[in-house]
């Protein structure tokens, strides 16, 4: 099968009405399959002012804000007229990209039509429960994230050690790996500009930290704020960079009232802050991947981050960055204060950590998601003419 004959179906919780990670990378990878000749047509919920413009066709699906996070929104269903330009469309593969309602009716369409389905994981979303204080109903959410991978003929995760949580809940049988790459034209250590950063008050002496991505508890904002009041108390000089925005802002700011906030910053604009800082410090555990971390490994960034998902994959320990236990305090204050008295070892680790990123090109990874779609093809009409279902 070659990449012109596949016709993908592509449902998405957000596409680009708020910006992050997966969504791009979402974006990233249809940019690529337009150019392999693959047909795509995107589902997902539809705002009047997007974030930025969505790559390829968009049909929007009605949806509703979540409850205490209304930036973002919920799909809650197929309307007649998506499943009549669904069956216009004619797709051989439904790929889902978040285990919300309407993917759970993406894959059923596509066991009734005989369709392959696959899915990809770009987040951990029973990670985000104890933020919530909702820890008790894990075992649920977990059943049901099995009941809905399960329908699946592939399942695409974005790191190793994500892959083996999932195996390791027996979430699907046919875990294959789609990783993320990064811009090297846009992340890249010339983009780091002194003047820029003495505009901003920082002085040319001063350690700094960053943190990038939106500002909400679940990316471990509490951990990120104990380990710079440990760090204060040690005497050490430095100062705060905040890229990002988001509904924790203000609980943020006032945690870090010495800190720089910049916040949302895109393009060259958002490489230039990320290289002109000193090293990205990653508490969040609830990524699958971690584009944050590769995006400040490209800029030769050295990354002190939670021991997580995705993030084992990118840091080396001791050679690109440092990995701590997510809930040690000491250990994130430990490597931040070893960093800034030694810039020596800070710039070993960050041009350790910009080699790795050299090898993150976006063509060679997004090719595995072709050959995952023609597995799934493969799959679903053998099981058809072994079942005829």
């Known amino acids: 099968m070659q990449p012109s004959d596949i016709r993908v179906a592509l449902f998405s919780g957000n596409y680009n009405y708020v910006r992050d990670g997966a969504n791009q990378s979402l974006n990233r990878l249809v940019d690529y399959l337009l150019r392999q000749g693959v047909k795509v047509r995107i589902y997902s919920p539809t705002v009047e002012n997007p974030a930025f413009p969505p790559t390829g066709d968009l049909i929007s699906i009605p949806a509703i804000p979540i409850p205490g996070r209304a930036e973002y929104r919920l799909p809650i269903a197929i309307p007649a007229r998506v499943k009549r330009d669904l069956a216009e469309f004619d797709p051989n593969v439904v790929h889902v990209a978040s285990p919300d ?39 649920e959410v977990r059943a049901i994230l099995r009941r809905f991978y399960h329908r699946c003929e592939v399942v695409m995760a974005p790191a190793e050690s994500t892959a083996a949580i999932l195996r390791a809940q027996r979430m699907n049988r046919d875990i294959t790996i789609w990783s993320r790459g990064i811009d090297r034209e846009q992340f890249k250590p010339e983009r780091r500009d ?158 350790a950590g910009l080699a790795v990123a050299k090898t993150r090109d976006w063509d060679r990874i997004n090719s595995a998601v072709i050959r995952a779609y023609q597995r799934a093809i493969v799959k679903r009409e053998r099981l058809a003419r072994l079942t005829g279902s």
Not at 109 to 127: C, G, L, M, N, P
Not at 288 to 306: K, R, S
Request: proline share 3%.
């Open 194 to 351: 002194m003047d820029w950063r003495r505009s901003l008050g920082i002085a040319d002496d001063e350690f700094v930290i960053v943190f990038l991505g939106r500002i909400v508890m679940e990316k471990g904002l509490d951990v990120f704020a104990d380990a710079i009041h440990a760090l204060a108390d040690r005497g050490v000089k430095y100062r705060v960079l905040v890229i990002g925005d988001g509904p924790a802002g203000q609980w943020f700011e006032e945690q870090l009232p010495q800190g720089v906030f910049i916040g949302q910053q895109t393009g060259t604009d958002l490489a230039r802050a990320l290289a002109s800082g000193d090293v990205l410090l990653n508490p969040s555990v609830t990524e699958a991947f971690g584009n944050v971390t590769l995006e400040a490994m490209g800029c030769a960034l050295p990354v002190v981050a939670a021991v997580a998902t995705g993030t084992n994959n990118l840091v080396r320990d001791g050679e690109t960055g440092v990995l701590v236990d997510s809930s040690d305090i000491d250990g994130f204050a430990d490597a931040l204060e070893a960093y800034a008295r030694d810039p020596e070892m800070r710039r070993q680790h960050g041009e």
């Open 101 to 139: 309602i309407v993917a759970h009716r993406a894959v059923t369409w596509a066991r009734r039509h005989k369709i392959a389905a696959v899915a990809s994981v770009h987040t951990r979303f029973e990670t985000y429960l104890s933020y919530y204080h909702l820890e008790w109903i894990e075992p």
